[in-house]
């Protein structure tokens, strides 16, 4: 303490020297016990994939964290400010091939890696709860969560369509599929493949996760809406068109190869027309029974007998089934199992129809499935419509998908955009069935003599029945009612709520995650790994080929296992879960981090959540974000803790970018943290990520900008060091008057420059101190700092010759150092030190404004003549209405304003502004 500080601000022999001790301190930034009497807080940012070294976007991510934290114990709260390790993962592998460095090995690197920069960088972090989850004591939970989830019918198997990246060599997720690419590998076209694969059952949740989110008001709305959008709920009704087995080869319609308009639109994104894909199972059953001419047969009894035929049901799902009778043909995608059948005996059919697949892989390569040119043929068959035995006909086209909904649309020309669009094209009928209502148009008559007045397609819901036999003159929303409960009733349909959410396959043919912990035994099938053999341990020492597949299925010591249930030989799953798995609860364990024999104590959770702020990239609203929801409501369901919501505060941060791109290291701009930090200190670093913009913006990386906020920490460190002497007097001075509980003095025991000072101190406080709170604009925060400096390093030359008291001069050093702790911790602890306080900084009360200190002598009010300002007055701070109205009055430019006229009313707003109304 007593030793000179050097004479220029030096970070690098003051940052190692206070990280040194800090790492000494295992308590320093420790989370406290439940029962230590103080408010918690859980501030934690989304951990890091160890891919050996950190970016500018983590020094940003964590500087954000690491301020809010520090502030928040200062604030006197029990804040848990932990850190991990996202450490499974594809990278580890392809390392693991092009340097033939074992995944745990080289993982384990990065790690120690990354952790000696985020050491360097100063940032705040309970060491003590770390979480890696590549470690069998966090993984081993994930299979245990695992078998609690196949218990209860949420982990599931099935044969599906699965996305395949060809670079990964593994399965995707549909949320990692991006624009028809992996999202690992934004240039590889995904494929589709035929797997049996592992799900987890997140559809059972779909609605309590869109309901939910109207209770996070403390998220992002635009990370809500995404949510939203991708849970994509959609109301409507299911009904079965039935095959017409008496049509058999038909002449093919018109116009089939056309090459016509330029498509606007697909079903993956329409209005809700899919349905949960299990549905569109019950078509793998189809068989073409005895051809009967069903639509000959009288009224209703045709669908009797269609039904007694066990004919086949084509199922559609629609939002608008009032519109059925306007349907003019079914439309199933290519891949729909009946396509399969018709073409089976028709091989210039299926000529056609494999074009049309082509079309559809092209359009997803091209990767917007959305813009792709409608092409479709006629299948030469028909379908029945079930409310009124009426034929349409089938098509194939290119724009159904077999993976959404039931593959199968019903196409209503006269009330759909697309649906018109393609039936332009091919000359299909439009059939109008909706009737806009006229105002005035009461009756069905009347709004039926409407309908010609209609332009088609006529979308709206707001609309009567026409042409819709004994349906017609009901409203668009009676009609879907009634229409639903007819389908219901006679046996060809239901009501149905439909997600575009799909479960979570969570099956990867990869080495470096978690082992599904199933066994597969001839005789008793799938058996779970007991309980009490978890975890299921990766295999060290194999080799990574990425030759597809998975590679423990290379390793038959692995493969091989004794069956729990029967003892004889039996085979592991050697599929790994997805590392998202991994993500969804890892912010569950590091309140008890240690724990061998649970996931957790729930006693310790139910403390600890929700977290309160929650900091990561926007790039993360759906799957991270999705998953540790879902994850979050089955540990409720479980009984495991009591929060329905992990997070209560979410804060996306925006990208670091550099030369108008992201830092990438393909793009060749990256800037290294150790770089910077070696320059300019882990301070200014850290600052300036915070300072450059707001941090919901995206920042544009300026070396300049460093250098300048390196500058200015200079600059405090100077006007401290300078003036260290006095305010260690003054803190004696303030010590010794015991009767005094506040630094600093009372508003009517200062003046003069002290009173601006300390005005100017109090102002800086409040603004700070509220930003921290809401909107976080710490550019800004950082700003004010820089202003108060200022004024005190610009009324130096009376400060040097004492024209403000010691313990004034005190409370000002003080608190300009206690407001950059949360930004510049290592300068603020140094100068800490330096002006002789005791303990740690970190434990030092926040300050507090002072509202009558902070009050200006006098503001400055613009005054207005009838709306338009004319000048601004000086009054006095307390100046009531009537003050403020003479003041603007005595004003010569409004008295030349209003001289002549009459002011007809005075409105003034107290503290703000003066309008005189003038005639
Ligand atoms: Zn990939
Ligand atoms: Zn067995």
Redesign the pocket.
Do not use: K, L
């Given at each position: 303490m007593a030793e000179e500080i050097e004479q220029r601000y030096d970070p690098v022999v003051i940052e190692p020297k206070w990280q040194q001790r800090w790492a000494a301190d295992p308590g320093l930034y420790a989370a406290e016990p439940a029962d230590c009497g103080k408010p918690k807080y859980y501030v934690l940012e989304m951990l890091p994939y160890p891919s050996g070294q950190l970016h500018m976007g983590h020094v940003r991510n964590y500087a954000i964290g690491d301020a809010l934290a520090r502030q928040m114990w200062m604030r006197g709260y029990n804040v848990l400010h932990p850190m991990g390790w996202d450490a499974f993962g594809l990278p580890a592998e392809n390392a693991a091939l092009k340097n033939h460095t074992p995944p745990r090995e080289w993982t384990l690197k990065n790690i120690a890696a990354m952790k000696r920069q985020f050491l360097r960088l100063g940032m705040g972090f309970d060491w003590a709860t770390e979480v890696t989850t590549c470690m069998p004591e966090y993984y081993r939970w994930n299979q245990w969560f695992f078998l609690k989830m196949y218990e209860k019918g949420l982990a599931y198997r099935k044969k599906s369509k699965v996305n395949w990246c060809p670079e990964c060599a593994t399965v995707l997720a549909n949320e990692q599929v991006v624009d028809g690419c992996c999202w690992r590998h934004e240039e590889t076209i995904v494929e589709q493949r035929d797997l049996v694969q592992w799900f987890l059952r997140i559809t059972a949740y779909a609605e309590e996760l869109l309901d939910d989110l109207d209770k996070l008001d403390g998220w992002p709305e635009k990370v809500r809406t995404m949510q939203r959008n991708w849970i994509g709920r959609s109301e409507g009704t299911e009904v079965d068109f039935f095959l017409d087995e008496g049509t058999g080869n038909r002449e093919q319609g018109t116009g089939a190869e056309g090459t016509g308009s330029e498509g606007t639109g697909n079903r993956e994104q329409g209005t809700g027309r899919q349905a949960d894909p299990a549905t569109s199972r019950s078509n793998d059953d189809l068989s073409l029974g005895t051809p009967v001419p069903l639509r000959s047969a009288q009224k209703d009894s045709w669908l009797e007998a269609a039904k007694d035929r066990k004919a086949v049901r084509i199922r559609v799902f629609t939002t608008r089934v009032d519109t059925i009778f306007g349907a003019t043909s079914v439309q199933l995608a290519p891949q729909h199992a009946l396509v399969a059948q018709l073409t089976a005996d028709n091989p210039a059919l299926k000529t056609q129809v494999d074009e049309l697949i082509e079309q559809q892989k092209k359009a997803r390569e091209a990767g917007d499935l959305g813009a792709i040119e409608k092409h479709g043929i006629p299948t030469g068959r028909v379908a029945i419509n079930p409310y009124n035995g009426q034929p349409v006909p089938i098509w194939v086209a290119n724009y159904i998908l077999a993976d959404y909904g039931t593959g199968a649309i019903m196409s209503v020309p006269a009330h759909d955009e697309r649906d018109f669009e393609f039936a332009t094209k091919y000359g299909l009928e439009i059939r109008q069935v909706i009737a806009p209502v006229a105002e005035g148009a009461a009756t069905v008559g009347q709004a039926a003599d409407r309908a010609e007045e209609a332009v088609l397609p006529f979308v709206s819901e707001d609309g009567v029945l026409i042409n819709s036999g004994e349906f017609d003159g009901l409203t668009c929303t009676d009609a879907q009612i009634l229409l639903q409960s007819v389908a219901r009733s006679k046996g060809f349909g239901e009501a149905k709520v439909t997600f575009r959410l799909k479960d979570w396959g969570v099956s990867r043919q990869r080495y470096w995650g978690t082992p599904i912990p199933m066994i597969y035994?001839?005789?008793?099938g799938i058996?779970p790994v007991p309980e009490d053999q978890l975890p299921v341990l990766l295999p060290e020492a194999i080799e990574i080929t990425q030759q597809g597949g998975s590679p423990l299925a290379r390793v038959p010591e692995f493969v091989n296992v004794i069956?729990?249930?029967?003892?004889?030989p039996?085979k592991r799953e050697t599929d790994t879960m997805d590392t998202f798995v991994d993500s969804s609860w890892y912010f569950y364990r590091y309140p008890d981090a240690k724990n061998a024999t649970a996931p957790f104590d729930s006693k310790i959770v139910k403390y600890w959540f929700p977290i309160d702020q929650y900091i990561g990239g926007v790039e993360h609203a759906i799957l991270h974000l999705i998953y540790s929801r879902f994850w979050t409501k089955v540990m409720r369901d479980l009984g495991l803790i009591a929060n329905d919501e992990p997070v209560a505060r979410l804060f996306t941060q925006g990208m670091v970018i550099k030369d108008g791109a992201k830092m990438s290291k393909s793009k060749g701009n990256v800037v290294s943290p150790d770089d910077m930090v070696a320059r300019y200190g882990a301070d200014s670093a850290r600052m300036y990520s915070l300072f450059a913009s707001p941090p919901d913006r995206d920042l544009d990386w300026q070396e300049d900008g460093v250098a300048g906020v390196s500058r200015f920490l200079a600059r405090v460190w100077r006007l401290v060091s300078k003036y260290s002497a006095v305010a260690r007097a003054g803190r004696e001075d303030s010590q010794s008057q015991v009767s005094e509980s506040r630094p600093g003095a009372p508003r009517d025991q200062v003046s003069g420059l002290s009173l601006k000072l300390l005005r100017k101190m109090h102002q800086t406080i409040a603004k700070i101190t509220q930003d921290f709170e809401g909107r976080w604009h710490f550019n800004t925060c950082i700003a004010a700092i820089m202003e108060l400096v200022n004024e005190i390093q610009g009324a130096d030359a009376p400060l040097a010759v004492g024209a403000v008291e010691a313990p004034v001069m005190r409370e000002l050093l003080r608190t300009v150092v206690l407001l950059l702790a949360p930004f510049a911790p290592y300068l603020a602890a140094e100068l800490w030190e330096e002006l002789g306080e005791e303990g740690a900084l970190l434990r030092a009360d926040w300050p507090v404004s002072d509202p009558e200190l902070a009050k200006e002598d006098e503001l400055e009010i613009p005054v207005q003549v009838s709306g338009k300002l004319v000048t601004v007055v000086k009054v006095a701070a307390d100046a009531d209405g009537a003050a403020m109205e003479a003041a603007a009055r005595a004003d010569e430019k409004v008295k030349a304003r209003i001289a002549g006229k009459t002011v007809v009313k005075a409105i003034v707003v107290p503290g703000k502004m003066v309008n005189l109304v003038v005639k």
């Open positions: 035994c001839e005789r008793d058996v069956c729990p249930m029967c003892g004889g039996a």
